[in-house]
């Protein structure tokens, strides 16, 4: 059983800043594929950004927030960060960690439905 707990979300304004960390329960966190994804009120879940294991190590993100987000992981504290600068309130969302086990044999890094384990969640709200 994994566990992922977010933290770091809150208010912001536009053109902030604010990072995001989702801690890790587990004895493998290193071999985890980890994402986080997005839910706004009344939209569907969407894809932000994920830190894989294929290639040794793989970096994707949401067109909507590339070059202006940033994941990051620290295998020594089981932590993955979500580091997003320049914000819009368009980022205004409930912000989710995901991972899954690196040993699955088919994954889609952009999918919700490849990750086995959530977080709760932490709000981002951007004012204008």
């Known amino acids: 059983q994994v566990q992922l707990v977010e933290s770091g979300g809150g208010l912001v304004q536009a053109g902030g800043s604010l990072r995001l960390s989702c801690a890790a329960s587990?004895?493998?966190?290193?071999?985890?594929?980890m994402a986080w994804f997005r839910q706004a009120p009344g939209k569907e879940r969407e894809f932000v950004a994920a830190?894989?294991?294929?290639?040794?190590?793989?970096?994707y993100y949401a067109d909507a927030v590339k070059a202006r987000f940033t994941i990051s992981r620290d295998n020594a504290k089981n932590t993955v960060y979500l580091q997003m600068n320049s914000l819009k309130p368009e980022d205004t969302a409930d912000y989710y960690c995901a991972a899954t086990d690196s040993g699955s044999y088919l994954y889609s890094p952009k999918s919700g439905g490849s990750y086995s384990y959530w977080g709760q969640g932490t709000q981002v709200t951007v004012s204008s």
């Open positions: 830190d894989s294991r294929n290639g040794g190590g793989t970096k």
């Open positions: 587990g004895r493998t966190f290193s071999n985890y594929h």
